[in-house]
């Protein structure tokens, strides 16, 4: 079992940038891709962004490429999104998710789920 807990989510006006944090316990935390979610209310999970194990490969939603970037600590068990000019369309409940096999960007791929933080982004 992998736990994980998301943090850093919030408040921000249009343009701003936030730092989300997942922190893992459980398992051995490197040897799993960490994935990005969100979901906005009446939408479907969208994938967001993707580490491999080593940090070596990462991949990113079309709506997030350029403005949000992924990164991971291994020696902190924990994985971060950093996110830059952020939209009023970025508001939504964001999900960290590891999984065994690899960065993927599909939901299903992934193994376990943290409960999700609230970004709100005002405009």
Not at 50 to 79: C, E, H, L, M, P
Request: glycine letters at 14%.
């Amino acid at each position: 079992q992998v736990q994980l807990v998301e943090s850093g989510g919030g408040l921000v006006q249009a343009g701003g940038s936030l730092r989300l944090s997942c922190g893992a316990s459980g398992r051995t935390f490197s040897s799993y891709a960490m994935g990005w979610f969100r979901q906005a209310p009446g939408n479907e999970r969208e994938f967001v962004a993707a580490i491999s194990w080593t940090g070596g490969a990462t991949i990113y939603g079309d709506s997030v490429q350029g403005r949000f970037t992924i990164s991971r600590d291994n020696a902190k068990n924990t994985v971060y999104l950093q996110m830059n000019s952020l939209k009023p369309e970025d508001t939504a409940v964001y999900y960290c998710a590891a999984g065994a096999g690899g960065v993927n960007y599909y939901s299903s791929r992934y193994d376990y789920w943290g409960q999700g933080i609230q970004v709100t982004v005002s405009s």
